[in-house]
């Protein structure tokens, strides 16, 4: 019951209560019965009201219980209506969280299959590579064969390779002008089939020693000659500082140009330099140049000791190999040692 219409019953009691008190002070009987009689009409009057009253409470309250029940009815759905929606999003997410992992399965088995490809093309290609190198490196073999035969038909050797030569060059550093040379130039060149002229080689205690560099020069010649190489190699068997002057233990140059300058310095200082060469040529090469030989050829001016160190007057090498060591150990002891370089067939 509404808390309002509680008070109305409180007040119609008290009004009861007032009129009682008023009956008992009026002193006219008739007055009194007037009153009492005005007094219960308004009662009834109240009455009236209060059931009115009372009426539209419970009309009110069956509506807020109708619309309370409508609006629980209607929240009851809307939880069930998420409730369903909550379930089919589960199963879609279920469903494409599945499709994802397979996807992702797909796409390592697509990246598997791709490397594969690749690999298997990546070898298959090195392969045809290999073979087309090979087959090339087979034709110009043949190309320089049968140039080989031609020129056999016309004395063997191409003219151009004998226009083609072996050159030395040196110079003194320091004080070195009295023990590099003996007056010949500064460069000595000869052609293949002949030997340089002698260089004089003498370093001793004085200051300076003297640069040597070696050569092929050969202007005519065909251009897979340009991979031909003059060689040469160097190591001290004693004291180091005697040898090299810093520059690498071997050395290559290509045709028409000459190797770094290796300094020869030796004197009285223990041990000496030993040296090598070679003529380095490509395995593609024609028959006739695999017989090409170079050679060192030296003396003694006086004393021996200092020159050779056990090594044979003419050391020659064909092509691809080193010649034999020549040990240099000229020092203050008398004379010097005379040097000559060469290409042979």
């Known amino acids: 019951m509404a808390l309002w219409f509680r008070y109305l019953l409180l007040f119609l009691e008290l009004s009861f209560v007032l009129s009682a008190v008023i009956v008992v002070k009026l002193e006219d009987e008739e007055d009194t019965k007037a009153m009492t009689a005005m007094i219960e009409s308004k009662i009834d009057e109240q009455k009236e009201v209060l059931e009115q009253l009372k009426n539209t409470t419970e009309a009110q309250d069956a509506t807020i219980n109708l619309l309370n029940s409508t609006v629980q009815n209607a929240l009851h759905y809307q939880q069930e209506q998420i409730n369903t929606l909550t379930e089919e999003n589960k199963g879609l997410k279920s469903e494409i969280n599945q499709t994802a992992e397979e996807l992702k399965q797909l796409k390592e088995i697509v990246i598997a299959q791709f490397y594969d490809l690749n690999s298997t093309f990546h070898k298959g290609y090195n392969v045809q590579e290999r073979q087309i190198k ?28 004998y226009q083609t030569q072996l050159c030395y060059q040196w110079r003194p550093d320091g004080s070195g002008v009295g023990q590099c040379g ?40 065909e251009t897979w000659f340009r991979s031909v190489k003059i060689c040469y190699r160097w190591y001290a068997d004693g004291d180091g500082g005697q040898c090299g ?101």
Do not use: H
């Open 134 to 161: 090979q087959l090339d490196d087979q034709s110009k073999r043949l190309k320089r064969d049968i140039q080989t035969i031609l020129d056999s038909t016309k004395g063997g050797v191409p003219s151009w390779f």
């Open 182 to 221: 003996a007056g010949e130039p500064r460069k000595l060149c000869a052609y293949v089939g002949r030997n340089t002229q002698y260089y004089r080689d003498d370093t001793d205690r004085r200051d300076g020693g003297c640069r040597m560099q070696w050569g092929i020069i050969s202007p005519n010649a």
């Open 245 to 345: 002057g810093g520059v690498p233990k071997l050395m290559c140059a290509d045709i028409g140009s000459f190797t770094q300058e290796y300094r020869d310095d030796t004197d009285r200082r223990n041990g000496g330099c030993r040296m090598s060469w070679m003529l380095s040529i490509p395995s593609s090469s024609p028959y006739w140049l695999t017989r090409a030989r170079l050679c060192y050829d030296w003396y003694p001016e006086s004393d021996g000791g200092q020159c050779g160190g056990g090594a044979t007057r003419k050391l020659c090498a064909t092509a691809n190999s080193w010649t034999a060591y020549y040990q240099d150990d000229t020092d203050r002891r008398s004379g010097g040692c005379r040097m000559s370089w060469g290409l042979y067939l």
